[in-house]
T-cell receptor, first 110, second 111 residues
Framework: GQQVMQIPQYQHVQEGEDFTTYCNSS?????IQWYKQRPGGHPVFLIQ?????EVKKQKRLTFQFGEAKKNSSLHITATQTTDVGTYFC??????????FGTGTSLTVIP | EADIYQTPRYLVIGTGKKITLECSQT?????MYWYQQDPGMELHLIHY???????EKGDLSSESTVSRIRTEHFPLTLESARPSHTSQYLC??????????FGNGTRLTVT
């Protein structure tokens, strides 16, 4: 079946440092979505990427979709304590159900 | 904020009990999903539905069942709960490939 892997699984950074998580799919994706889950909460949608090589920015967050549409990345510049949480990528299968990546848990040390 | 509701929020029950986790959405979405998630871990798709009277199993083997008699309602039932079912259960909905809207989840503990 489809597999979506993320690295790293955990990341601890000092506040103000940058952070990047990488998402890799075993199959080509029609689109990819990113979600953030705060501790004790539920996943909340951040952004969707559709086009090959697409780059989107949300303030300090930069999202990129690979040229082959099999990988994606999320980069956070100058992390803040409010960035704490687990970041998931998710891609649709051929049957249109969504498969989530393994997630990257971000801890920001004040 | 999306209108998708899950009840109960927390549930502690004994082994062997039958339970139903409720999920309702008021957005008229055709597609609904159940995910199982252990704390801090990835989400595993256990059931999904594309519309009324349509249900499918996801990749994660589950001893639960679902029904979709009405568009807005997608309950999940465990006929006989076991400690291995202890987890968080998240319900979600969407239209076609649009973003998923999640409920707040049900944290289930089976003793």
């Amino acid at each position: 079946g489809q597999q979506v892997m993320q690295i790293p699984q955990y990341q601890h950074v000092q506040e103000g440092e940058d952070f990047t998580t990488y998402c890799n799919s075993s199959t080509t994706l029609s689109n990819i979505q990113w979600y953030k889950q705060r501790p004790g909460g539920h996943p909340v949608f951040l952004i969707q990427l559709v086009k090959s090589g697409e780059v989107k920015k949300q303030k300090r967050l930069t999202f990129q979709f690979g040229e082959a549409k099999k990988n994606s990345s999320l980069h956070i510049t100058a992390t803040q304590t409010t960035d704490v949480g687990t970041y998931f990528c998710a891609g649709p299968s051929t049957g249109n159900q969504f498969y989530f990546g393994t997630g990257t848990s971000l801890t920001v040390i004040p | 904020e999306a209108d998708i509701y899950q009840t109960p929020r927390y549930l502690v029950i004994g082994t062997g009990k039958k339970i139903t986790l409720e999920c309702s959405q008021t957005m008229g979405h055709d597609k609904m999903y159940w995910y199982q998630q252990d704390p801090g871990m990835e989400l595993h798709l256990i059931h999904y539905s594309y519309g009324v009277n349509s249900t499918e199993k996801g990749d994660l083997s589950s001893e639960s069942t679902v029904s979709r008699i009405r568009t807005e309602h997608f309950p999940l039932t465990l006929e006989s709960a076991r400690p291995s079912h202890t987890s968080q259960y998240l319900c979600a909905s969407n239209e076609h490939r649009s973003p998923l809207h999640f409920g707040n989840g049900t944290r289930l503990t089976v003793t």
